[in-house]
Structure formats: C-alpha cells, structure tokens
C-alpha cells in the first residue's frame, strides 16, 4: 500500500512537500516514484528513487531538475518529494507508485497510491 499526502495550495515560487508512506515493500530493488496528471492528459513521470542495498539512486523529468528533491526515511518507510519554486504548470495531482525488482529507468510501477492535488496559482 502507498499512502501519498502534502498536496495543497499556494502561490508561484513557493514550496511544497509531499509525502508518500508505504507498506508491504522492501526498500531493496524496489524503486519509488512521483508521476502527475491532469486530467485527460498523459501521466508523466516526476522522479523517483531506487534501492539496492545500502545505496539510492535519484532520476528526475527534465522540466524539475534543481527545483524538486525526492529523497527517503527508510525508517519511516517514506518517500518525499519537496519541490521548490512551484510553477503554475505544476499543478496536477501527483501520485506515487512503486515497482518491485526495479531494473533501471524508466519507472513501471505495479503499485499505485491515490492522488494528492498541488496546485499553483500565478
């Protein structure tokens, strides 16, 4: 089970950080992402965080790299997403997801959690 959560209001250029708090998974080979839609849109793929052993690995979509940071508390089993200088083409609802046995970008998630809406306003 992922349980996302932090969505919320604000304005342009201010942050935000979502939490995403699982269950049922081990941290290792397991990858946990962000993905946004709106609807009628495509989902798209925000970042996400891998686990092999000790080490993570972090990959981002290109229009948020240096303005969002996915990091995790593995003893608190969460995953965060702080995003910084939020646009109002941010706004979406983000969901988190995992996949298991994760072998590298892109992130194919088998484990969906419910959506958290962010939005932006200019």
């Known amino acids: 089970q992922l349980q996302a959560s932090g969505g919320g209001l604000v304005q342009a250029g201010e942050s935000l950080t979502l939490s995403c708090t699982f269950s049922?998974?081990?941290?290792?080979?397991?990858?946990i992402g962000w993905f946004r839609q709106d609807p009628g849109k495509q989902r798209e793929g925000v970042a996400g965080i891998s686990f092999s052993g000790d080490l993570s690995t972090t990959f981002y979509e290109d229009s948020v790299k240096g303005r969002f940071t996915i990091s995790s508390d593995n003893a608190k089993n969460t995953v965060y997403l702080q995003m910084h200088s939020l646009q109002p083409e941010d706004t979406s609802t983000y969901y988190c997801a995992a996949e298991e046995d994760f072998g590298g970008p892109p992130l194919v998630p088998g484990y969906w959690g419910q959506g958290t809406q962010v939005t932006v306003s200019s």
């Open positions: 049922g998974f081990t941290f290792d080979n397991t990858a």
